[in-house]
């Protein structure tokens, strides 16, 4: 960690942010790719999407996930579709066969993404 901020991390995204494989939570909703990490992420998002008011935090406001959720979630003319995008989420969570996961996974390529290591290994075992 350097920081705050995590180091050769990349958050946000339908992929790991850590391993870059795709999100086994993710659908296709009001044209794009609706993802979460977890089943708690799907709760959080169905909260804030269904809030009819949604209220601004305090100084730190810039700093949730919320604002930085992209503005098709947050429009409410997407809003049921949304809901229903995040309902599909939820439903996968209970899954767990690789052959179960979503389309939208399926859409993206499932090879090994060729990646440097981040660490030096300096160790006898170094080849």
Not at 32 to 38: G, K, R
Not at 103 to 123: C, K, Q
């Amino acid at each position: 960690m350097q920081g705050a901020g995590l180091v050769g991390a990349v958050l946000g995204g339908s992929a790991d942010p850590f391993f870059q494989r795709p999100l086994w939570l993710q659908t296709r909703c009001a044209g794009h790719i609706l993802w979460a990490y977890n089943e708690e992420h799907v709760d959080e998002l169905s909260a804030y999407v269904r809030a009819r008011l949604r209220e601004r935090g305090g100084v730190q406001s810039t700093m949730s996930m919320f604002a930085r959720l992209p503005a098709w979630m947050k429009v409410s003319d997407n809003r049921a579709e949304v809901l229903a995008g995040l309902e599909t989420l939820r439903a996968l969570t209970e899954r767990t066969a690789p052959a179960d996961r979503s389309d939208a996974a399926h859409g993206r390529s499932d090879r090994p993404r060729a990646h440097r290591s981040m660490y030096f290994w300096g160790g006898p075992y170094e080849s």
